[in-house]
């Protein structure tokens, strides 16, 4: 995929981070690098209120300059892009403030926590249509979810009944997280934010009217356990189970389309299909339970935000995506109160 007009002709985008987490250190910032080898990005500017942090990245990147203020970093450095990586429930400010500059959004992900941040979101999108609000959801950049994806979207357009089940099983939160707001469902979305707001994001791009019908949640903040239904195309179900409580590391998607007598399974590091009774597999793929896995799919979703951050029908996309992932967390998150 190649990049926008203007990066092509040696204009680097402006690029500021505001939040240094783990999700930062360990995906933002490599994938970053790479495009400012390119002089397809300068990061401009970083943002967290630890001053060891900000001193860490800017050795790394010498043009970037520290601030403990978003509002501030913003009117110092003038970024073109914006990317938000603090914690869920400070999410919807700091796009305000970046939109209301005129500054594209990438924003990790949750959005969605409550009916008011989905109706917040959507008045930012509605006032500011010439901008780019994305979130991060790379799982739709795994090779495997291609497949997936090509065989489910062509159930939901032959009106197809089918079933796709998701599991996802950790021994906890992410351990290496730098903040505690994914063992916090109360106020930053927990379980339901962290792991199967994927999910619903995945379903999203097969039916734009897909509908969260059930979710159940269970267990304390850090050990928590989620269930999800959600109806998808006309004769679809999808159901999402994720857990914190679990023994060990562990990712599935399965994929069952009784009319073409086709099976598709993606657990961890293997790919096994059925079709008309023969099965092959299982084959050696990404695994989205191995981190650096994860990471490296930052990479192949910068390249999308960056080449079409001037093109709108796909910034429109891009916008409907966010929106409707937001909204199908929200639903979730309600019906499991």
């Not at 995906?27 to 080898?37: G, K, M, Q, T």
């Not at 401009?44 to 501030?72: K, L, Q, T, W, Y």
């Not at 399965?254 to 092959?280: D, K, T, V, Y």
Request: hydrophobic share 45%.
């Amino acid at each position: 995929m190649p990049l926008a007009p203007e990066r092509q002709r040696g204009r680097p985008l402006r690029v500021a981070l505001v939040g240094i987490g783990s999700a930062a250190t360990r995906a933002h910032l490599p994938a970053l690098v790479s495009f400012e080898a390119a002089g397809a990005v300068a990061v401009v500017g970083v943002c967290d209120g630890d001053g060891a942090r900000r001193d860490a990245v800017i050795a790394s990147h010498p043009g970037a300059r520290g601030f403990d203020e978003n509002d501030e970093m913003l009117e110092a450095t003038a970024p073109e892009l914006l990317v938000i990586a603090t914690p869920p429930s400070a999410h919807l400010g700091e796009m305000a403030a970046a939109v209301a500059r005129g500054v594209h959004v990438l924003c990790e992900k949750p959005l969605g926590l409550s009916d008011s941040d989905v109706v917040t979101l959507a008045e930012l999108a509605a006032r500011h249509p010439e901008l780019t609000l994305a979130t991060v959801h790379q799982y739709q950049y795994a090779r495997p979810w291609h497949w997936i994806a090509r065989a489910a979207a062509g159930a939901v357009v032959a009106g197809e009944p089918f079933s796709l089940e998701a599991r996802v099983e950790r021994p906890g939160t992410d351990p290496l997280s730098a903040g505690g707001w994914r063992a916090d469902p109360e106020h930053e979305g927990g379980i339901l934010g962290d792991h199967a707001v994927h999910y619903l994001s995945l379903l999203h791009l097969l039916d734009h009217e897909c509908e969260v019908v059930a979710c159940h949640r269970e267990g304390p903040g850090g050990r928590e356990v989620a269930s999800l239904q959600v109806r998808v195309g006309a004769a679809g179900v999808a159901s999402v189970h994720v857990s914190n409580a679990g023994t060990s590391r562990s990712n599935l998607i399965r994929l069952e389309r009784p009319g073409q007598c086709l099976e598709m399974e993606w657990q961890n590091g293997a790919f096994a299909i059925a079709h008309n009774g023969r099965r092959s597999g299982p084959r050696a793929v990404e695994s989205l339970s191995d981190r650096t896995i994860v990471n490296a799919l930052y990479a192949p979703m910068y390249q999308q935000v960056i080449a079409h951050l001037g093109d709108l029908p796909r910034r429109s996309e891009e916008i409907g995506h966010t929106l409707g992932t937001a909204r199908l967390l929200s639903a979730a998150i309600h019906l499991a109160r």
